[in-house]
């Protein structure tokens, strides 16, 4: 196993809004992420997933709290060190965040280019290895514009994996994909974490289906988070809040199980 | 109602003391980025392109137009006191030592400060900075920094072209159109123009172009965090707009205090 664990130690997180007063994104939150396993971030819209997943990298600071990537202390360390540690992430934005003005190619070996001491032989051998496992042979001279939605989020995975992560971070990985394509993407990321071997973690409103690959389920709601150790365990929760998470997003689906059970 | 005025007023000051402490720390990014190595030449290339030889057009016109009227002008004035001789160092003063680095400037702000500033806003929403920030590769030598020296080497060349032609533009109204005689157009203009007056020039080329990066870039690279600034397509435009209007005011207002220091 490759991956690196994750822990929050009372992490609190808070913006000013324009009228002077603050909302509280993350309210004293404790939890972990074990080492290579697979956790889904869940919850509504404004709930801090995305800004969960820019604490873990360092991109955001907390206003008070730990968070360890391993043994390191994200809230303590700053500059080289932190960038030596961002270079154990991968990371796959919600809309790809491919470079527009550079081909799939360019894309895939940039951070071989400026992260590695590789020759260009090698980086490109290395990049069209990992076009032709994510089926992108072929049209690594397109450039971002020229790619459907689930290309992109496939450009955009080689990518992340180029440098070989010890996690692996998804942000709404499927936001406008159509139900098949998600499926294949989803079915890839299982794949390429079982080669791999990386901590995943996955911020989705795409509930049913992510659970799917889902270790441990984390939802966010008003600041605090409930960890669930498995997606199943999800819906014997009896707080309210979570019983109306379940209702919404997961709908027919765990409601038809309810009434078997 | 009066306590929440105060609140808003004491939010508004805060909010800019963070604007200009968060852009006095993105230029000494900007400047450590120059430093640091693997040094992107292809990327400075890339941007003197853009910002020199792409400018050269709008720096000619610009230039030809001012001298020109400059010319047409100076003479008119001058014919007053039947000092037409004076036309060349009237000419060549006014635009070496201020409208030669003034116009190029705004020239350089509205064309190539604009596309700076819209081109790391879009870098910015679509999470491409933070792409480059997770890769652990430093956005600002990457492709920031490459911005502000491409910049102190372009707007210089530019104000010197631009300063020529505007001289040679002066030349045609004056002594083409007006009939001022062609030898006191040149000795006036070499008795009068000190190195003083081009190195005056030159420092002011070199404010500029710092400043137009600055801005321009830092209003683009901050627009998720700007406030009032919004979402979107519409942040970007709203922030491009900002830039060029910031970085024009603060061109002229360094122009007046950079005259009055070194002159």
Redo the contacts between chains.
């Keep these: 196993m490759n991956g690196l664990g994750i822990e929050f130690k009372g992490v609190e997180k808070s913006f ?1 809004r ?3 007063s603050r909302q509280v994104i993350l309210n004293r939150v404790n939890f972990s992420i074990p080492a290579g396993k697979t956790t889904v971030i869940a919850g509504g819209s404004g709930q801090g997933k995305s800004v969960t997943l ?1 604490l873990i ?1 360092g ?1 955001m600071h907390a206003d008070s709290g730990q968070i360890f990537v391993g043994e390191n202390d994200t809230t303590k360390i700053r500059g080289r060190k932190l ?2 540690l ?2 154990k ?3 796959l ?3 790809a ?4 003005s550079m081909t799939v190619y360019e894309n895939v070996a ?2 071989l280019r ?2 590695t001491k590789k020759t260009e032989l090698e980086i490109k051998n290395q990049v069209l290895t990992s076009l032709e496992q994510l089926e992108l042979l072929g049209h690594e001279n397109k450039f971002p514009a020229q790619l459907s939605g689930g290309m992109k989020k496939r450009a955009g995975l080689a ?1 992340a994996l180029q ?1 070989k992560p010890e996690i692996m971070l998804f942000d709404e990985p499927t936001t406008g994909l159509d139900p098949v394509m998600t499926q294949e993407i989803y079915q890839l990321f299982a794949q390429t974490q079982k080669q791999v071997g990386y901590t995943s973690i996955i911020v989705s409103h795409d509930i049913p289906k992510v659970f799917n690959l889902a270790d441990e389920v984390i939802v966010l709601n008003n600041g605090k988070m409930d960890v669930f150790s498995s997606p199943e365990s999800i819906q014997w929760s009896e707080k309210s809040h979570i019983q109306k998470f379940v209702k919404t997003t997961m709908g027919e689906i765990y409601q038809s199980h309810l009434v078997e059970q | 109602m009066q306590q929440n005025t105060i ?2 007023l ?2 508004s000051g805060l909010s800019v003391v963070t604007d200009l402490g968060r852009m006095g720390v993105y230029l000494l990014q900007i400047i450590q980025g120059c430093f640091r190595r693997p040094f992107r030449f292809s990327e400075l290339m890339r941007q003197l392109n853009f910002i020199g030889a792409g400018s050269l057009v709008v720096i000619f016109f610009t230039a030809a137009s001012t001298g020109m009227v400059l010319g047409l002008q100076g003479y008119y004035s001058l014919h007053k006191f039947g000092a037409e001789g004076m036309l060349g160092s009237a000419v060549s003063l006014t635009l070496i030592m201020e409208l030669g680095p003034v116009l190029t400037a705004l020239m350089v702000a509205g064309r190539a400060g604009s596309a700076m500033c819209a081109e790391l806003g ?1 870098m910015r929403i ?3 900075v ?2 480059l ?6 956005p600002f030598r ?1 492709f920031i920094s490459p911005k502000l020296l491409a910049a102190l080497i372009s707007v210089p060349l530019l104000t010197a072209l631009f300063d020529v032609v505007g001289i040679a533009g002066g030349y045609v109204a004056g002594v083409h159109l007006m009939g001022v005689n062609p030898g006191s157009y040149f000795d006036g203009m070499q008795s009068s123009v000190t190195n003083h007056d081009i190195m005056l020039g030159t420092v002011k080329s070199f404010v500029f172009a710092v400043l137009i990066v600055w801005i321009c870039t830092g209003r683009g690279y901050f627009v998720h965090v700007i ?2 600034a919004g979402f979107g397509a519409r942040s970007v435009s709203k922030v491009t707009t900002q830039a060029v209007v910031l970085s024009s005011i603060s061109v002229l207002i360094f122009d007046y205090l950079l005259t009055a220091i070194l002159i």
């Excluded at chain 1, 965040?97 to 527009?100: C, N, S, T």
């Design positions: 000013l324009e009228d002077g820019k990298l991109l960038k030596d961002r270079t992430f991968g990371v934005f919600q809309g965040a491919l470079f527009d940039l951070p400026e992260r990518r440098l | 609140i808003r004491g939010s879009i679509s999470e491409q933070d792409a920030d997770c890769m652990a590769i430093d990457y406030r009032g």
